[in-house]
C-alpha cells in the first residue's frame, strides 16, 4: 500500500475515505481506523471523522493515510512484453489488496451504529462473494488461464449491481430481509415501480459510471458461448497463405499482455464502485446509528 504523510503536505479530499495510521502498516485490521477527512464549520479546523456519532480525531493522532479507492488505471501505450508483464503483476497486486480492505470495511461496518441489521448481512453476502471472485480472477491469471478468468467478470459486476439494488427501494432494510428470506432480485421492483433486472440495474448504474454498460456487455459474451471462445482457439496463422491454427488446451493461446490488463483493470474499478458503496453505509450508520 501507498501511504502519504500529512506533515509532507499530502491531503485526501474531503470525499475521499482513507485508511488512517501512526506509521505506515500493512495491518489495517489491528494498525488502523477507516474514515475521511473533515473540516470544524466555525473554526476550519481539520480532522479526521472515524465513528458514531460524528465522532472526530484530531490529524495529528493519525499522520499517515492511504486510499480505500485506488486510482483510475490506463493499460500502457507500449508494446514491450516485459513492461507489460510488469504492469500487470503491480495491477495484480493493487486488486489484491482488496482482500483485506473489504475485510476492514466489513468490520468497520458491523462495529458502527447502535446495531446490526439485514443489510449488514447483505453486504456482508457481497463482501465475501467479492472476495472469492477476485481470488479465482487471480489463480486464473496466474495458471494461464485467462478464459476462464474473464468469465468472473461479469458475476464482480454482479456483485455492484445487486449491492446498488438496495439503494434503489424505499426501505434498504426490509428489501435486503426479503433477500435474505428467498425473495429474487429481478422480481423486486424500485421505488419508481421497475422491476430490478440485471438490465434495469446495469442502466442505473451506468448513470454512475458509464463504462459499466461496456463491461457488462463485454463481459456476458465469456459468460454464454460467443465468438469471444472461438477466437480463442483458432486464429490466423499466416496472412499470406490465408490459414487458421485451432489450438485444443487448458491454457491461454496466445492472449496478449493488454487483453490481461484490461480484465484486471476492470475488476479494480468494480471493486471500487463496492467499496465506495460500502464506505457510504457505514457512515450513514456512523451518523444514524
Given at each position: 500500500?501507498?501511504?502519504?504523510?500529512?506533515?509532507?503536505?499530502?491531503?485526501?479530499?474531503?470525499?475521499?475515505?482513507?485508511?488512517?495510521?501512526?506509521?505506515?502498516?500493512?495491518?489495517?485490521?489491528?494498525?488502523?481506523?477507516?474514515?475521511?477527512?473533515?473540516?470544524?464549520?466555525?473554526?476550519?479546523?481539520?480532522?479526521?471523522?472515524?465513528?458514531?456519532?460524528?465522532?472526530?480525531?484530531?490529524?495529528?493522532?493519525?499522520?499517515?493515510?492511504?486510499?480505500?479507492?485506488?486510482?483510475?488505471?490506463?493499460?500502457?501505450?507500449?508494446?514491450?512484453?516485459?513492461?507489460?508483464?510488469?504492469?500487470?503483476?503491480?495491477?495484480?497486486?493493487?486488486?489484491?489488496?482488496?482482500?483485506?480492505?473489504?475485510?476492514?470495511?466489513?468490520?468497520?461496518?458491523?462495529?458502527?451504529?447502535?446495531?446490526?441489521?439485514?443489510?449488514?448481512?447483505?453486504?456482508?453476502?457481497?463482501?465475501?462473494?467479492?472476495?472469492?471472485?477476485?481470488?479465482?480472477?487471480?489463480?486464473?491469471?496466474?495458471?494461464?488461464?485467462?478464459?476462464?478468468?474473464?468469465?468472473?467478470?461479469?458475476?464482480?459486476?454482479?456483485?455492484?449491481?445487486?449491492?446498488?439494488?438496495?439503494?434503489?427501494?424505499?426501505?434498504?432494510?426490509?428489501?435486503?430481509?426479503?433477500?435474505?428470506?428467498?425473495?429474487?432480485?429481478?422480481?423486486?421492483?424500485?421505488?419508481?415501480?421497475?422491476?430490478?433486472?440485471?438490465?434495469?440495474?446495469?442502466?442505473?448504474?451506468?448513470?454512475?459510471?458509464?463504462?459499466?454498460?461496456?463491461v457488462y456487455e463485454a463481459t456476458s459474451g465469456f459468460i454464454h458461448f460467443s465468438e469471444?471462445?472461438?477466437?480463442?482457439?483458432?486464429?490466423?496463422?499466416?496472412?499470406e497463405e490465408n490459414s487458421l491454427t485451432t489450438f485444443i488446451g487448458?491454457?491461454?493461446?496466445?492472449?496478449?499482455?493488454?487483453?490481461?490488463?484490461?480484465?484486471?483493470?476492470?475488476?479494480?474499478?468494480?471493486?471500487?464502485?463496492?467499496?465506495?458503496?460500502?464506505?457510504?453505509?457505514?457512515?450513514?450508520?456512523?451518523?444514524?446509528?
Amino acid at each position: 500500500m501507498k501511504w502519504y504523510n500529512i506533515d509532507e503536505g499530502h491531503h485526501p479530499r474531503t470525499d475521499e475515505p482513507v485508511f488512517l495510521a501512526k506509521a505506515p502498516t500493512d495491518d489495517l485490521m489491528n494498525e488502523c481506523r477507516l474514515g475521511r477527512l473533515v473540516f470544524e464549520d466555525n473554526t476550519g479546523e481539520k480532522g479526521w471523522f472515524v465513528d458514531n456519532n460524528i465522532h472526530v480525531i484530531s490529524l495529528n493522532s493519525r499522520k499517515y493515510w492511504s486510499r480505500l479507492i485506488e486510482k483510475p488505471i490506463g493499460i500502457p501505450d507500449s508494446e514491450n512484453e516485459q513492461n507489460l508483464k510488469d504492469f500487470l503483476e503491480d495491477s495484480m497486486g493493487i486488486l489484491r489488496l482488496f482482500e483485506i480492505k473489504m475485510q476492514k470495511l466489513a468490520a468497520c461496518m458491523i462495529s458502527s451504529g447502535n446495531g446490526t441489521y439485514y443489510l449488514d448481512y447483505y453486504v456482508s453476502g457481497i463482501l465475501n462473494r467479492s472476495l472469492s471472485l477476485i481470488y479465482g480472477f487471480d489463480t486464473l491469471i496466474g495458471t494461464s488461464n485467462f478464459l476462464s478468468a474473464a468469465h468472473l467478470i461479469r458475476p464482480h459486476l454482479d456483485n455492484y449491481l445487486r449491492l446498488s439494488a438496495a439503494w434503489l427501494v424505499n426501505d434498504p432494510h426490509i428489501f435486503a430481509g426479503n433477500v435474505w428470506k428467498g425473495g429474487v432480485i429481478r422480481k423486486m421492483k424500485d421505488r419508481n415501480g421497475k422491476a430490478m433486472s440485471d438490465r434495469h440495474l446495469k442502466e442505473k448504474a451506468s448513470e454512475d459510471y458509464p463504462w459499466i454498460t461496456d463491461v457488462y456487455e463485454a463481459t456476458s459474451g465469456f459468460i454464454h458461448f460467443s465468438e469471444k471462445h472461438i477466437r480463442n482457439a483458432t486464429k490466423l496463422s499466416s496472412a499470406e497463405e490465408n490459414s487458421l491454427t485451432t489450438f485444443i488446451g487448458k491454457v491461454d493461446n496466445q492472449v496478449s499482455y493488454q487483453s490481461k490488463l484490461e480484465a484486471t483493470i476492470g475488476m479494480i474499478e468494480i471493486s471500487n464502485c463496492i467499496a465506495k458503496q460500502v464506505y457510504g453505509y457505514i457512515e450513514t450508520k456512523r451518523i444514524k446509528g
